[in-house]
């Protein structure tokens, strides 16, 4: 089993940046493929990047490309979503979640808050 936090949230000027992390308990954090997804208000979860255990691996959403980039630290048990050029449309509550393949998740943290100033 894998306990998921995030942390790194807050309060953003358009254009500016933010690093969240994603700390995970448990000994098998490096054998899941983990990812980020977030949630604005009044819409529903979207898929924003994810990573393959050993970090050879990424994928990222469209609206994100370019700007975001995911990774992760064994070592450390902790992933990251380092967020560049921030817009107002980023604003949301970011997850992290740990999981099997780049579709199928299994395990979610509680979320942390982004928001982007215009």
């Known amino acids: 089993q894998v306990h998921l936090v995030e942390s790194g949230g807050g309060l953003v000027q358009a254009g500016g940046s933010l690093r969240l992390s994603c700390a995970a308990s448990?000994?098998?954090?490096?054998?899941?493929?983990m990812g980020w997804f977030r949630q604005a208000p009044g819409k529903e979860r979207e898929f924003i990047a994810a990573?393959?255990?050993?970090?050879?691996?990424?994928h990222y959403a469209d609206s994100v490309k370019g700007r975001f980039t995911i990774s992760r630290d064994n070592a450390k048990n902790t992933m990251y979503l380092q967020m560049n050029s921030l817009k107002s449309e980023d604003t949301a509550v970011y997850y992290c979640a740990a999981g099997r393949t780049f579709t199928i998740y299994d395990y979610w943290g509680q979320g942390t808050q982004v928001t982007v100033s215009s």
């Open positions: 448990g000994r098998t954090f490096f054998s899941y493929t």
């Open positions: 990573i393959s255990w050993s970090a050879g691996n990424t």
